[in-house]
């Protein structure tokens, strides 16, 4: 089992920025793929990024590509989301996951966190 904490949500205004961070606790996170997804109110789950176990794999949604950046420290069992130039059409909850492969797709994911809030003001 992993368990996975997300933490660094909170209200921005637009054009700001946030860092979100996910740790994991339980077998080898670091042997883990991971990934963070996001849900707005109304709306059905939708990838952000992923990065493999090692970093050297890494993909993003069309949508935040060149302003978002996922990394991660292994050795802090850790997962990161930078997220910078925040729109409002980036409120959601966010979710960070852990999967054995990098996938866009939730359903690879095992393990999930159980969300912090993103709200962007206009």
């Known amino acids: 089992q992993v368990q996975l904490v997300e933490s660094g949500g909170g209200l921005v205004q637009a054009g700001g920025s946030l860092r979100l961070s996910c740790a994991a606790s339980?077998?080898?996170?670091?042997?883990?793929?991971s990934g963070w997804f996001r849900q707005a109110p109304g709306k059905e789950r939708e990838f952000v990024a992923t990065?493999?176990?090692?970093?050297?794999?890494?993909n993003y949604a069309d949508s935040v590509k060149g302003r978002f950046t996922i990394s991660r420290d292994n050795a802090k069992n850790t997962v990161y989301l930078q997220m910078n130039s925040l729109k409002p059409e980036d409120t959601a909850v966010y979710y960070c996951a852990a999967a054995n492969r990098v996938s866009n797709y939730a359903r690879t994911y095992d393990y999930w966190g159980q969300g912090t809030q993103v709200t962007v003001s206009s």
């Open positions: 339980g077998r080898t996170f670091s042997s883990y793929a």
């Open positions: 990065i493999s176990w090692r970093g050297g794999s890494i």
